[in-house]
């Protein structure tokens, strides 16, 4: 009676192939609709990294704030927040709904809009955590070749035209001059040194000063 073995060899590790996730955002501290994206992308990524890991897949994620307007045009950004896969949207199309973070954070009186997600005929203002997988694993098994960048966009839309333009004169430091108009006709000409102070003159530092009364 005889006895064969058998003998295995075990095949060369795979070279990892890379999976670039982008997730774009105009803010990512109170903004919820931002927060609980990066938050459910975070839980999307546990759910499926064994396989990943034993497809042979190397994930980067990359967080992208877009604090202007030619940041926005620089990125093709549309709404906020969007996470792209090797430069794929993972949202098919683009809807929105008035955002209260960041109608806040702006302070904009037109109020600003934001992404909401549609998956499986629900819409959600956090991107779900099943849509990033499935848009995960059809990466891995489509072979889509990744974007080298996303499409261009051409203008800026007017939604975040405002929103940065609402942010920035919210942060501009408040001036607690008159202004020069106002300062022209707060009063009479011989009463502007009581009137607007040191206004119209230097002040012992060296600095303009101003202040209608």
């Not at 955002?25 to 109170?30: F, H, K, S």
């Not at 990359?62 to 949207?89: C, K, M, Y």
């Not at 939604?159 to 001059?177: G, I, M, Q, W, Y």
Request: glycine share 6%; charged share 20%; net charge negative.
């Amino acid at each position: 009676m005889s006895t064969s073995t058998m003998s295995s060899t075990r095949e060369p590790a795979a070279a990892a192939h890379p999976i670039t996730i982008e997730l774009l955002a105009l803010d990512l501290q109170t903004c919820t609709r931002c927060v609980g994206s990066q938050a459910n992308l975070e839980h999307a990524l546990a759910t499926v990294q064994q396989v990943l890991q034993v497809t042979g897949y190397d994930v980067h994620v990359r967080t992208i704030l877009i604090e202007s307007a030619e940041q926005a045009q620089q990125h093709s950004f549309v709404t906020s927040p969007t996470i792209r896969i090797n430069g794929h949207d993972i949202a098919l199309e683009t809807l929105e709904s008035h955002c209260d973070s960041c109608t806040d954070l702006c302070g904009c009186e037109e109020g600003t809009n934001c992404r909401v997600w549609r998956y499986q005929g629900q819409e959600y203002t956090e991107a779900p955590v099943g849509m990033i997988v499935d848009a995960l694993l059809r990466e891995v098994y489509s072979g889509a070749a990744p974007l080298d960048a996303p499409p261009p966009v051409g203008e800026v839309t007017e939604n975040l035209t405002r929103f940065f333009a609402a942010k920035a004169e919210k942060a501009a430091p408040v001036s607690s001059c008159c202004p020069p108009g106002e300062q022209a006709s707060c009063c009479a000409p011989e009463e502007k040194a009581s009137c607007c102070g040191p206004s119209l003159s230097t002040s012992p530092r060296g600095a303009a000063s101003c202040g209608c009364k």
